[in-house]
Protein backbone atom coordinates (compact mmCIF):
# COMPACT_ATOMS: atom_id res chain seq x y z
CA UNK A 1 0.00 0.00 0.00
CA UNK A 2 1.15 3.06 -0.43
CA UNK A 3 0.36 4.63 2.77
CA UNK A 4 0.90 4.00 6.28
CA UNK A 5 -1.25 1.32 8.12
CA UNK A 6 -2.58 -0.16 11.29
CA UNK A 7 -3.92 -3.22 12.96
CA UNK A 8 -6.00 -3.53 14.30
CA UNK A 9 -8.46 -0.88 13.66
CA UNK A 10 -10.68 -0.95 16.84
CA UNK A 11 -9.45 -3.30 20.16
CA UNK A 12 -11.49 -3.36 22.68
CA UNK A 13 -10.02 -5.47 25.68
CA UNK A 14 -10.80 -5.90 29.18
CA UNK A 15 -8.71 -4.21 31.94
CA UNK A 16 -5.93 -5.94 32.91
CA UNK A 17 -4.82 -7.60 29.97
CA UNK A 18 -2.58 -7.29 27.43
CA UNK A 19 -2.79 -5.68 23.62
CA UNK A 20 -0.25 -5.73 20.88
CA UNK A 21 -1.04 -2.57 18.52
CA UNK A 22 0.65 -2.95 15.16
CA UNK A 23 2.12 0.12 12.37
CA UNK A 24 3.48 -1.09 9.02
CA UNK A 25 5.25 2.40 7.70
CA UNK A 26 5.88 3.91 4.60
CA UNK A 27 8.60 1.82 2.42
CA UNK A 28 11.78 3.49 2.93
CA UNK A 29 10.93 5.81 5.64
CA UNK A 30 13.84 6.06 8.14
CA UNK A 31 11.07 7.88 11.04
CA UNK A 32 8.57 6.14 12.98
CA UNK A 33 6.80 7.44 15.66
CA UNK A 34 3.06 6.89 18.07
CA UNK A 35 1.21 9.60 19.39
CA UNK A 36 -1.57 8.54 21.34
CA UNK A 37 -5.00 11.08 20.43
CA UNK A 38 -7.11 11.58 23.61
CA UNK A 39 -10.13 13.21 24.06
CA UNK A 40 -9.80 16.74 24.80
CA UNK A 41 -6.05 16.11 25.39
CA UNK A 42 -5.03 16.43 21.71
CA UNK A 43 -2.12 14.75 20.56
CA UNK A 44 0.24 13.28 22.90
CA UNK A 45 3.85 11.91 21.95
CA UNK A 46 4.78 8.63 23.27
CA UNK A 47 8.06 6.96 21.24
CA UNK A 48 10.32 7.92 18.15
CA UNK A 49 12.65 5.26 16.32
CA UNK A 50 14.94 6.85 13.86
CA UNK A 51 16.79 4.27 11.60
CA UNK A 52 19.26 2.77 14.08
CA UNK A 53 19.72 5.05 16.71
CA UNK A 54 18.06 4.03 20.24
CA UNK A 55 14.20 5.09 20.37
CA UNK A 56 13.28 8.17 21.65
CA UNK A 57 11.10 6.70 24.53
CA UNK A 58 10.92 10.09 26.65
CA UNK A 59 6.22 10.16 26.01
CA UNK A 60 5.70 6.69 27.21
CA UNK A 61 3.32 7.69 30.30
CA UNK A 62 4.56 4.36 32.50
CA UNK A 63 6.21 1.10 32.34
CA UNK A 64 3.24 -0.62 31.23
CA UNK A 65 4.10 0.89 27.65
CA UNK A 66 6.96 -0.44 25.01
CA UNK A 67 7.59 -0.08 21.63
CA UNK A 68 9.54 -2.21 19.17
CA UNK A 69 10.43 -1.47 16.00
CA UNK A 70 12.17 -4.85 14.08
CA UNK A 71 14.30 -4.72 11.02
CA UNK A 72 13.64 -1.03 10.53
CA UNK A 73 10.10 -1.51 8.94
CA UNK A 74 7.14 -2.57 11.48
CA UNK A 75 6.32 -1.58 14.97
CA UNK A 76 4.41 -3.06 17.56
CA UNK A 77 3.21 -0.77 20.71
CA UNK A 78 2.48 -2.76 23.92
CA UNK A 79 0.46 -2.23 26.73
CA UNK A 80 1.08 -4.63 29.37
CA UNK A 81 -1.95 -4.42 32.38
CA UNK A 82 -4.29 -2.01 30.47
CA UNK A 83 -6.46 0.54 32.44
CA UNK A 84 -9.56 2.22 31.53
CA UNK A 85 -7.18 5.34 31.17
CA UNK A 86 -5.28 3.76 28.49
CA UNK A 87 -8.63 3.87 26.11
CA UNK A 88 -7.37 6.16 23.08
CA UNK A 89 -6.86 6.25 19.37
CA UNK A 90 -2.81 4.94 18.90
CA UNK A 91 -1.78 7.12 15.73
CA UNK A 92 1.27 5.82 14.28
CA UNK A 93 3.08 8.07 12.16
CA UNK A 94 6.19 7.57 9.38
CA UNK A 95 8.66 10.17 7.87
CA UNK A 96 11.61 9.92 5.17
CA UNK A 97 13.94 12.20 5.85
CA UNK A 98 12.40 15.44 6.00
CA UNK A 99 10.44 16.30 8.85
CA UNK A 100 6.77 16.08 6.79
CA UNK A 101 4.74 13.06 8.94
CA UNK A 102 2.66 11.02 7.18
CA UNK A 103 -0.06 9.18 9.25
CA UNK A 104 -2.12 5.99 9.77
CA UNK A 105 -5.50 5.79 10.24
CA UNK A 106 -4.77 4.83 13.97
CA UNK A 107 -6.43 2.14 16.25
CA UNK A 108 -9.16 2.97 18.62
CA UNK A 109 -8.02 0.86 21.93
CA UNK A 110 -11.07 0.60 24.40
CA UNK A 111 -10.55 -0.45 27.88
CA UNK A 112 -13.69 -2.14 29.81
CA UNK B 1 9.41 24.28 27.85
CA UNK B 2 8.54 23.30 24.09
CA UNK B 3 4.67 24.21 23.85
CA UNK B 4 1.51 24.73 22.10
CA UNK B 5 -1.07 26.35 22.49
CA UNK B 6 -4.56 26.15 20.96
CA UNK B 7 -6.91 28.13 22.87
CA UNK B 8 -10.28 27.50 21.14
CA UNK B 9 -11.81 23.91 21.35
CA UNK B 10 -14.65 25.15 18.88
CA UNK B 11 -14.98 27.09 17.00
CA UNK B 12 -18.26 27.64 14.58
CA UNK B 13 -18.85 29.82 11.94
CA UNK B 14 -21.25 30.67 9.06
CA UNK B 15 -20.14 29.49 5.58
CA UNK B 16 -18.74 32.55 3.56
CA UNK B 17 -17.50 34.35 7.35
CA UNK B 18 -13.66 34.61 7.86
CA UNK B 19 -11.95 31.86 10.16
CA UNK B 20 -8.97 32.23 12.07
CA UNK B 21 -7.75 29.83 14.11
CA UNK B 22 -5.57 30.62 16.76
CA UNK B 23 -2.18 28.73 17.53
CA UNK B 24 1.04 30.41 20.30
CA UNK B 25 3.93 28.23 20.54
CA UNK B 26 6.68 28.20 23.56
CA UNK B 27 9.88 27.24 21.56
CA UNK B 28 13.75 28.52 22.65
CA UNK B 29 14.98 29.30 19.31
CA UNK B 30 13.67 29.29 15.22
CA UNK B 31 10.78 26.73 15.23
CA UNK B 32 9.07 24.99 12.24
CA UNK B 33 5.32 25.26 12.85
CA UNK B 34 3.15 23.42 10.96
CA UNK B 35 -1.13 23.16 10.66
CA UNK B 36 -2.48 19.49 10.46
CA UNK B 37 -5.89 18.84 9.33
CA UNK B 38 -8.31 15.54 10.29
CA UNK B 39 -11.50 15.51 8.02
CA UNK B 40 -14.52 13.34 9.41
CA UNK B 41 -13.50 9.44 9.19
CA UNK B 42 -10.12 10.35 7.90
CA UNK B 43 -6.92 10.39 8.72
CA UNK B 44 -4.48 12.92 10.22
CA UNK B 45 -3.05 14.89 6.88
CA UNK B 46 -0.49 17.73 6.64
CA UNK B 47 -2.17 21.18 5.62
CA UNK B 48 0.93 23.57 5.80
CA UNK B 49 3.85 24.23 7.24
CA UNK B 50 5.12 27.72 7.21
CA UNK B 51 8.71 27.46 5.45
CA UNK B 52 6.39 26.94 2.32
CA UNK B 53 4.88 30.27 2.80
CA UNK B 54 2.03 28.79 0.82
CA UNK B 55 -2.04 28.76 0.42
CA UNK B 56 -3.61 25.56 0.95
CA UNK B 57 -7.25 25.01 -0.03
CA UNK B 58 -7.16 28.94 0.53
CA UNK B 59 -5.67 28.88 4.29
CA UNK B 60 -2.99 30.30 5.26
CA UNK B 61 -0.79 31.05 7.88
CA UNK B 62 1.86 33.36 8.96
CA UNK B 63 4.41 33.07 11.40
CA UNK B 64 4.93 35.76 14.15
CA UNK B 65 7.58 35.75 16.19
CA UNK B 66 6.92 38.70 18.32
CA UNK B 67 3.95 37.29 19.06
CA UNK B 68 5.05 33.75 18.95
CA UNK B 69 2.02 32.99 17.04
CA UNK B 70 0.89 30.68 13.94
CA UNK B 71 -2.57 31.55 13.18
CA UNK B 72 -4.72 29.79 10.21
CA UNK B 73 -6.73 32.34 8.33
CA UNK B 74 -9.29 31.38 5.42
CA UNK B 75 -11.34 34.85 4.33
CA UNK B 76 -14.30 32.64 3.36
CA UNK B 77 -14.98 29.38 5.20
CA UNK B 78 -16.68 26.25 3.44
CA UNK B 79 -18.76 23.75 4.77
CA UNK B 80 -16.19 21.10 3.69
CA UNK B 81 -13.38 23.18 6.12
CA UNK B 82 -15.17 21.15 8.78
CA UNK B 83 -12.65 19.13 10.78
CA UNK B 84 -10.51 19.30 13.15
CA UNK B 85 -6.92 21.33 13.29
CA UNK B 86 -3.86 20.68 15.25
CA UNK B 87 -1.19 23.62 15.04
CA UNK B 88 2.56 21.51 16.08
CA UNK B 89 5.71 22.41 16.18
CA UNK B 90 9.21 20.43 15.67
CA UNK B 91 12.48 21.88 16.40
CA UNK B 92 15.59 21.02 14.31
CA UNK B 93 17.44 18.67 16.74
CA UNK B 94 14.88 16.44 17.11
CA UNK B 95 12.41 15.31 14.67
CA UNK B 96 9.27 15.10 17.14
CA UNK B 97 5.92 16.99 16.51
CA UNK B 98 4.82 18.88 19.40
CA UNK B 99 0.84 19.22 19.00
CA UNK B 100 -1.67 21.47 20.29
CA UNK B 101 -5.05 20.14 21.84
CA UNK B 102 -6.90 20.62 18.40
CA UNK B 103 -8.98 23.44 17.39
CA UNK B 104 -12.69 21.83 16.16
CA UNK B 105 -13.75 23.97 13.38
CA UNK B 106 -17.56 23.89 12.34
CA UNK B 107 -19.00 26.04 9.09
CA UNK B 108 -22.60 25.99 8.98
CA UNK B 109 -24.42 26.54 5.72
Known amino acids: GAGVSQSPSNKVTEKGKDVELRCDPI?????LYWYRQSLGQGLEFLIY????????KSGLPSDRFSAERTGGSVSTLTIQRTQQEDSAVYLC??????????FGPGTRLTVL | AQRVTQPEKLLSVFKGAPVELKCNYS??????LFWYVQYSRQRLQLLLRHISRESIKGFTADLNKGETSFHLKKPFAQEEDSAMYYCALISYNTDKLIFGTGTRLQVFP
Open chain 1, 49 to 56: FQGNSAPD
Open chain 1, 27 to 31: SGHTA
Open chain 2, 27 to 32: YSGSPE
Open chain 1, 93 to 102: ASSPRTVHQF
